[in-house]
């Protein structure tokens, strides 16, 4: 596609749930990123991929948050049990390279989380 | 840890000012700064990029400096318009094995009024 897209862009849910969050990159792309943004705040960096490797996951809260990137392309970032402080815009970005300074992100739509 | 602040958080100017947005970060190591337009409902809009040698960008009517050794950056945009009113954040990416990964500041909300 043209850019990152993520679904659902809306996500409404019951604490205690299991969520699935899908990113789908710019075709070609190897790298991938997750970002949190609490309103009013800036986006906070959660975990990377380099093709289907996950490179760092210092961000990622506490244990009930995992993300995958089996084939290099279409990550799902997953919260189990979630909780109210969970309720978060969920960002997703890709860049062409992996590494290197002109190495610029394009960010998706980002998906709104509600736990209630 | 690398700490990104932005002032003001929010603004409120007249249509046609000329306005400057603030951005500081607190180490210097970085590999470049972007600066990225926010809309309600849509995703976060790269609008310039500067690299750490760099000292400035230019597009349109947003011009981007960066002063790395101060760990400052000014975006400033001429002429404002409705149109521009949107959230305004800079991000800054690491050098060495940090990642890849941008730290962000809080933003700033801008409105600017017909």
């Known amino acids: 596609g043209a850019g990152v897209s993520q679904s659902p862009r809306y996500k409404v849910t019951k604490r205690g749930q299991d969520v699935a969050l899908r990113c789908d990159p710019i075709s070609g792309h190897v790298s991938l990123y997750w970002y949190r943004q609490a309103l009013g705040q800036g986006p906070e960096f959660l975990t990377y991929?380099?093709?289907?490797?996950?490179?760092?996951k210092s961000g990622l809260p506490n244990d009930r948050f995992s993300a995958e990137r089996p084939e290099g392309s279409i990550s799902t970032l997953t919260i189990q049990r979630t909780e109210q402080r969970d309720s978060a815009m969920y960002r997703c970005?890709?860049?062409?390279?992996?590494?290197?300074?002109?190495?610029?992100?394009?960010f998706g739509p980002g998906t709104r989380l509600t736990v209630l | 840890k690398q700490e990104v602040t932005q002032i003001p958080a929010a603004l409120s100017v007249p249509e046609g000012e000329n306005l400057v947005l603030n951005c500081s970060f607190t180490?210097?190591?970085?590999?470049?700064l972007q600066w990225f337009r926010q809309d309600p409902g849509k995703g976060l809009t790269s609008l310039l990029l500067?690299?750490?040698?760099?000292r400035e960008q230019t597009s349109g009517r947003l011009n981007a400096s960066l002063d790395k050794s101060s760990g400052r950056s000014t975006l400033y945009i001429a002429a404002s318009q409705p149109g521009d009113s949107a959230t305004y954040l800079c991000?800054?990416?690491?050098?060495?094995?940090?990642?890849?990964?941008?730290?962000f500041g809080g933003g700033t909300r801008l409105m600017v009024k017909p």
């Open positions: 180490d210097s190591a970085i590999y470049n």
């Open positions: 991000a800054v990416r690491p050098l060495g094995n940090a990642g890849n990964m941008l730290t």
């Open positions: 991929f380099n093709y289907e490797a996950q490179q760092d």
């Open positions: 970005a890709s860049s062409f390279s992996a590494g290197g300074p002109y190495n610029e992100q394009f």
């Open positions: 500067i690299q750490s040698s760099q």
